[in-house]
């Protein structure tokens, strides 16, 4: 559980900055982009606000969690705001596609049945998997998301254990569901493009009286894979929703999400002939590989993923007086994930040589093979939460406090099955491989063996930030977490493990552990002018044996005798609403120190020593908003320098695999005066080490090289109610690696050139 205090500040009434020095201080924030093409993309920053022709801007005020009390402006943390609008302009419609607008985050090809269509989600030098969130309960499980229910996604980043409990000590990413209004309204969008992929949505709002509302939202999405054979992706989702009690005192909102998923799943592509590959063999017989085709699928028939989800959420507000309100938020999900991945392994030049090339046969690359691997997963989470929140304003001399306060009950549960029967798969051609290679012994079930881990956690938090006339904001907070995490798992004997018992004997595996974790943190803010702060903020977070996964070991760091991770982050930042508060910037540097991630054990004594330590530091940079009322832009910047302080000999004084030093990200439209919208967008993700040991001559790949993408859009209302909208990504047809696995030995290519045409209708 981690700790971090977010926190909020007030906007007082003070002078406001001169648009001169606000135009220069844009003029300062962009240079860098046009300089070494290592700009910024979209830290989307705070607000809610319509332009002249009525459009909402990409810049909204607030964040959706009642923990924080004030502005973003005047919040001493940085956080990045995705609106709808964007995800709609860019059509992206998973949360790893919108995630592409805040810089400093990459993708990860999961091992073992961790396919590419989940988010595996590393920010900042850390993974972050496990820290999503939905309305700012803990989300479940880890599967591809989709968008189509969502408001607006918020990422705070740093050590933010105050804001949630046990965490990643790179922070979290929250996304806030659309939810009934009073008025009515219909909107959605049948889009198709590239890889036949057919997809439509509708939005519709229904005023059922002057205080209830009832709102659906539904998808429906079926077709391919860009730029890659088999592959499937479809699913489709319901969202209804009804409120009671709008625009008065006590409000009432139950909402019901249930999405289903049957895809292909991917399992990637070889590495070999990417640039810096490395095979011994080759490297012996002097050989060069040449690349394999990126459409390539390496799978079989039989491959499938399977996800079903149900969620639902009961919130009711009540304001008790003016300035003070009382939430309560209930929420039960579940959801399962069963997946079937075929993935290749190591390129071979035979089936009979499983672990190198064959000298017999290496001058004839088409006879080369790659081995596969059959991953399995059966997954089932369970989510039952109960959070009640207190916000209240008050002063007590001089100081003028913002305080919210709550209590949280969660219960989570995760059950994993161990399937058998996948089989194995007869090495494939390694340049021209089939899916209806034979598969010997396929017949899938379950053997008893399984992972059952729960956690049951009560926490309490209170955040108050207090006012010192118009000027300064300081802010303070604290979470307690009383956890504990029960291991009910079964697993088969070994003649190591149990010698008196007869191999392959299921044979229980109890294991619980249970701690206190405070998390805290603290700020103070400046206030120079009404639309702008400057703050300086320390917080910390935790996360425990078991944390991320629910999974207990009796050794190693998931082991109850183990520390919680720690993690502190100190930041220094300012933050500016320009341009009549159209624009948004912000600017941060931050050091972030995570220590107790890895354990060792005496040779000698048999002692287990606790250690490891990473740090990331970093410079933050953001704009997004509306520089006219035509011209809207999101724009964000990352350099961050990472380093194994404490690791094993290989390890230390390295990087921190995964981490690129810079990354940049950028979105912008402008509206023409009859009906055109035109707009663009570019990413940059500098190289990143796949493994932070020192060896020179890594099997494989040891780094990810560098790429900018480009990508388009230009949309033209027909009606006031229909517009057309084309999407062009990848313009340049960039081929380049959008994530790898562990070992670099197989990766997903990043999408070629494709287009998406869309037909959007709003009533």
């Known amino acids: 559980m981690a700790h971090i205090e977010s926190q909020k500040h007030a906007l007082p009434q003070q002078p406001r900055l001169h648009q001169t020095t606000a135009l220069t201080l ?23 606000e319509v332009t002249a022709t009525g459009e909402q801007t990409y810049k909204a005020d607030t964040v959706s969690s009642p923990k924080f009390t004030q502005p973003l402006v005047d919040t001493p943390q940085t956080i990045t705001v995705i609106k709808k609008e964007i995800l709609r302009e860019q059509q992206a419609t998973s949360l790893t596609e919108a995630l592409r607008n805040t810089p400093g985050i990459t993708l990860l090809l999961g091992e073992g049945g961790n396919s590419n269509q989940k988010d595996n989600i590393f920010m900042r030098g850390f993974d972050t998997s496990g820290s999503v969130f939905i309305d700012n309960v803990r989300d479940l499980g880890n599967f591809g998301r989709d968008t189509f229910n969502v408001e607006q996604i918020e990422i705070s980043k740093g050590a933010v254990g105050a804001d949630n409990g046990r965490g990643a000590p790179s922070g979290y990413v929250n996304l806030s569901s659309k939810s009934p209004f009073a008025d009515n309204a219909l909107s959605g969008s049948i889009s198709y493009g590239t890889a036949e992929n057919l997809r439509m949505t509708a939005d519709v709002n229904r005023q059922l009286g002057e205080t209830s509302a009832f709102r659906l939202n539904v998808m429906k999405q079926d077709g391919g894979v860009a730029g890659r054979d088999h592959l499937e992706s479809k699913r489709w989702g319901i969202a209804p929703s009804i409120a009671f009690g709008l625009n008065t005192p006590t409000r009432t909102t139950l909402s019901y999400l249930h999405v289903e998923q049957d ?49 639902f959420t009961v919130k009711v507000e009540h304001d008790v007086a003016p300035g003070t309100t009382v939430r309560n938020t209930s929420r039960w999900g579940k959801v399962r994930h069963e997946l079937l991945l075929t993935a290749p392994g190591s390129a071979n030049s035979s089936a009979t040589n499983p672990n190198g090339i064959n000298a017999g046969n290496i001058d004839n690359p088409e006879t080369w093979t790659v081995t596969r691997s059959r991953q399995t997963k059966w997954q089932e989470n369970e989510l039952l939460t109960n959070q009640t929140n207190l916000t209240t304003e008050f002063s007590t001399g001089a100081l003028t406090h913002s305080l919210s306060a709550g209590l949280e009950f969660i219960h989570e549960r995760q059950l994993t099955k161990t399937l058998t029967g996948a089989g194995s798969m007869v090495p494939g051609n390694l340049y021209n491989p089939s899916r209806h290679d034979p598969v010997s012994n396929y017949d899938l079930g379950t053997d008893g063996r399984k992972a059952d881990g729960e956690t049951t956690t009560i926490g309490a938090y209170l955040f108050d930030t207090a006012k010192l006339g118009d000027r300064w904001q300081f802010t303070a907070g604290v979470r307690l977490d009383r956890y504990r995490t029960e291991a009910r798992n079964t697993v088969a004997s070994t003649a190591t493990s149990h010698p008196t018992l007869p191999v392959g004997t299921l044979v229980p595996q109890n294991i619980d552990a249970k701690d206190t974790l405070t998390s805290w943190k603290v700020g103070a803010l400046y206030k120079p002018a009404a639309n702008g702060s400057i703050y300086a903020a320390y917080a910390t977070s ?73 740090t990331v530091k970093g410079i933050e940079l953001g704009l997004v908003g509306a520089i006219t009322p035509a011209w809207q832009v999101s724009a964000g910047l990352a350099k961050m320098k990472t380093d194994v302080k404490e690791g094993s000999t290989s390890q230390q004084g390295n990087a921190v695999q995964w981490s690129p030093e810079l990354t940049f990200t950028a979105w912008t439209t402008y509206r023409l005066p009859f009906g055109l919208t035109v707009g663009g967008g570019a990413r940059y993700v500098d190289s990143m080490l796949r493994s932070s040991n020192n060896v020179t001559a890594t099997t494989n790949m040891p780094e990810v090289d560098d790429y900018w993408v480009y990508d388009a859009m230009a949309s033209y209302e027909i009606s006031k109610n229909v517009s057309l909208q084309l999407n062009v990504y990848n313009l340049t047809d960039k081929k380049y690696v959008a994530s790898m696995n562990n070992n670099g030995g197989r990766y997903t290519p990043g999408t070629p050139r494709s287009a998406l045409l869309s037909a959007n209708f709003q009533f």
Not at 26 to 47: E, R, S
Not at 265 to 271: K, L, N
Not at 572 to 599: H, M, P, V
């Open 542 to 614: 935790k996360q425990p044996p078991g944390g991320s996964n629910f999974t207990l070991s009796a050794t190693g760091i998931n082991s109850p005798n183990m520390d919680p991770q720690e993690a502190k982050t100190i930041e220094l930042g300012t933050k500016w609403d320009l341009l009549d508060e159209r624009l948004a910037f912000t600017a941060a540097i931050y050091r972030t120190e995570n220590k107790n991630d890895l354990t060792q054990t005496d040779p000698v004594t048999g002692d287990v020593t606790q250690w490891g330590k990473k």
């Open 263 to 311: 895809n292909v799943p991917d399992g990637g592509i070889p590495t070999v002939g990417l640039k810096g590959y490395y095979n011994a063999a080759l490297a012996a017989a002097g050989i060069g590989a040449r690349k394999v085709d990126t459409e390539n699928f390496y799978g079989s028939k039989h491959d499938f993923e399977d996800v079903s989800l149900d969620m």
């Open 26 to 48: 844009l003029a300062l924030a962009l240079p860098g982009t046009a300089a070494a093409q290592q700009a910024a993309q979209t830290p989307t920053l705070p607000k809610v």
